[in-house]
């Protein structure tokens, strides 16, 4: 296949490139710098800028451009994180809706932060929204994307959980604190964390990318979701390293503002109901042994 990717650059993106390729696709990344390969598609989502001709041919799109969320949301930052997701969809959808000849398949970002702040609550692609920042940005953001479904092209929702890898994101920030014995749960801990390894991650993209089953919102995340002070046990655990010392929520509100609220101190419980159902089968659906594997060596 030739497969088109926004976002081919960040920790995601880079890997899902890595095995696309490894499993004999061409990939063509959407790029905002000035083209230097036939491997490139010019963009620019802040001023709806696309050569949309370098679609031609493509069977493909997985659009995961969004600015990290894991920053102080000042109103700058909000708007930022908000219009780097929405802007370039909709740029993205018109474009393929305007395509003679379309992709077969859209994978377009989202996440799990589209439920919102929901305590215990067991949630699947079925449930409800949430009211505050994050979920109003999630659900403008698939909402952007709808011009493809229209279109008649299979359209997948990539709503993500905690991504899980040293190399970056939440854990690998995490890893110096439990190493030094200065790591624990974070504000009361009974907060549910929805989480999946990036390898497993990858191979779920691959996976939606290739079923035609496979449409609409799909949740990224395991079928075992923990509390924080479950997975500040095991990850002292697998590391050898007492994990004791918590985060209480005040401090953490103090250092990071809303975004503490909106995400570390955010309680979803999710489960995999399409995957799952399409017969996905996760690598390591546990946290012991999906850390075990990513923390060795």
Avoid at 68 to 94: D, F, G, P
Avoid at 122 to 145: C, I, K, N, P, Y
């Amino acid at each position: 296949m030739i497969i088109v990717v926004s976002g081919a650059s960040g920790m995601i993106g880079s890997a899902l490139v890595k095995e696309l390729y490894a499993a004999g696709h061409q990939v063509k990344r959407l790029v905002r710098h000035e083209v230097t390969s036939d491997a490139e598609i010019s963009w620019d989502p802040a001023d709806g800028v696309m050569d949309a001709a370098g679609l031609d041919g493509c069977d493909a799109i997985i659009n995961l451009a969004g600015e990290n969320i894991a920053q102080r949301w000042t109103s700058a930052a909000k708007r930022e994180i908000r219009e780097s997701r929405v802007a370039a969809t909709s740029l993205l959808a018109r474009t393929v809706a305007s395509m003679a000849v379309a992709p077969t398949v859209v994978l377009s970002g989202s996440a799990i932060g589209y439920y919102g702040n929901r305590g215990d609550e067991l949630l699947d692609e079925g449930s409800s929204s949430g009211r505050d920042f994050l979920s109003t940005v999630v659900q403008d953001w698939e909402a952007a994307a709808m011009p493809i479904a229209a279109a008649g092209v299979r359209l997948v929702y990539l709503r993500s959980g905690l991504v899980l890898s040293k190399e970056g994101g939440a854990l690998a920030k995490m890893l110096l604190p439990f190493k030094l014995g200065a790591g624990g749960h974070m504000g009361d801990g009974t907060q549910w964390m929805s989480w999946i390894g990036l390898h497993d991650h990858v191979n779920a993209m691959i996976h939606a990318l290739t079923n035609q089953g496979v449409h609409g919102p799909v949740n990224f995340v395991t079928p075992h979701p923990v509390t924080n002070a479950e997975f500040a046990s095991i990850l002292g655990s697998v590391l050898n390293r007492p994990a004791v010392v918590p985060a209480p929520a005040f401090a953490l509100k103090l250092m990071f503002g809303e975004m503490a609220e909106g995400t570390i101190l955010s309680s979803q419980r999710v489960m995999p109901s399409v995957l799952s159902a399409s017969g996905f089968r996760f690598a390591h659906p546990t946290l012991q042994s999906a850390l075990s594997v990513l923390l060795s060596g």
